[in-house]
């Protein structure tokens, strides 16, 4: 489909989204059938250089504690979750420079050798850590653009700019990697032209994958006092990127089902078909706040089978 900037301001407006969302579902449906893939998400540090000011696990906020698994810790969990019945293990964390990249390296190649996909989230690193651990074995990396408005970015990243992190999604592509891109809805600051340029970046990127998810203000950043993200604007936006992208993995983002868990539901009508379950060990589960929220302690097979439940409960299959 050919959309324009315009075409695609107008449609994200329109008073009544059923026909778009129809179509967004009907085209999941024919490109990725009746699956859900259930992901495996791993956070193993918030440890961080970075200063986004959205994001609670940004470095001036002292108020959180910082935690860090040791290799040996992220391995097992992981392995955990694959004994369990993942086939993606996502590692995401802060940019935490205390793991050599040879750890994260080794951590791949053996979970790997036991058979699962692995997706990196770890944020911006140098060309040649991408490569490397590209020729561990990873196979996705997940690094969203967040908002493709130059200006709001700088606003918000005051010690980075969109290019830089354009630059890295295009290394990662080049690389061979799955692309995972995506943004927020919501951003105090974007308007339905930012949207709509987010959702052709994504294009233009020839993202694989990509999450889209409103943003939720933490008590403990600058962005205190700015409202939440419009869930219903979060549906729009990714049926339309089911629309640009037909082949595209989406997710239905944790932060959707932290706001609304019937959205969260209904996105999967929308077209997403991924979904990401928190692995994370218990104990350090809530200190990965990047936006504060309800987490259960559920083991790893527990959460696993009651995100199976929630999906059968949909109809659709899990994977
Ligand atoms: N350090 C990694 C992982 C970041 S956290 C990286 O830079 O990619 C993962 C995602 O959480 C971010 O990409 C951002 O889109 C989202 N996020 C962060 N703060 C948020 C907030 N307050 N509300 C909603 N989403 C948020």
């Known amino acids: ?24 579902d009907a085209l999941r449906r024919t490109r990725k059938g009746e699956e859900i893939q259930i992901r495996a998400l791993l956070e193993f540090s918030n440890h961080c250089r970075r ?49 050599k990249p040879e750890d994260i390296g080794t951590i791949v190649r053996e979970i790997k050798r036991h058979g699962a996909a692995v997706t990196l989230s770890c944020g911006e690193v140098p060309e040649e850590v991408f490569r490397y651990w590209r020729e561990c074995g990873a196979d996705r990396y997940l690094l969203k653009h967040e908002t493709a408005d130059p200006e709001l970015y700088a606003r918000l990243h005051p010690d980075s700019s969109l290019e ?63 409202s939440s993200g419009s869930t219903e604007l979060t549906k729009r936006a990714v049926a339309l990127a089911r629309l640009l992208l037909p082949e ?37 589960r809530k200190l990965y706040e990047i936006y504060p929220s309800r987490l259960t302690d559920r083991t790893i097979s527990a959460g696993r089978q009651a995100v199976e439940e929630e999906i059968r409960g949909l109809g659709r299959i899990p994977v």
């Open 1 to 24: 489909m050919n959309f324009t900037r315009e075409s695609i301001i107008q449609l994200l407006a329109q008073e009544d989204f059923s026909p778009i969302f129809q179509e967004a």
């Open 51 to 99: 200063m986004c000011q959205y994001c609670g696990l940004n470095r001036t906020n002292t108020a959180l504690p910082r935690f860090r698994l040791e290799p040996g810790e992220i391995l097992e969990t992981a392995l955990e979750a694959v004994e369990a019945g993942y086939r993606t293990v996502v590692l995401q964390s802060g940019e935490d420079g205390w793991y």
């Open 164 to 226: 830089a992190r354009v630059h890295c999604l295009r290394i990662i592509h080049s690389l061979g990697y799955e692309t995972g891109g995506g943004f927020m809805i919501g951003l105090p600051g974007q308007t339905m032209e930012t949207v709509a340029a987010d959702l052709l970046l994504l294009k233009e990127l020839d993202c694989h994958m990509a999450g889209i998810g409103p943003f939720i203000p933490h008590p403990e950043t600058l962005l205190r006092e700015a």
């Open 248 to 284: 595209a993995n989406l997710p239905a983002t944790t932060s959707l089902g932290v706001l609304d868990s019937d959205e969260k539901r209904s996105v999967f009508d929308c077209g997403a078909n991924v979904i990401m379950q928190k692995v994370t060990p218990a104990r350090v």
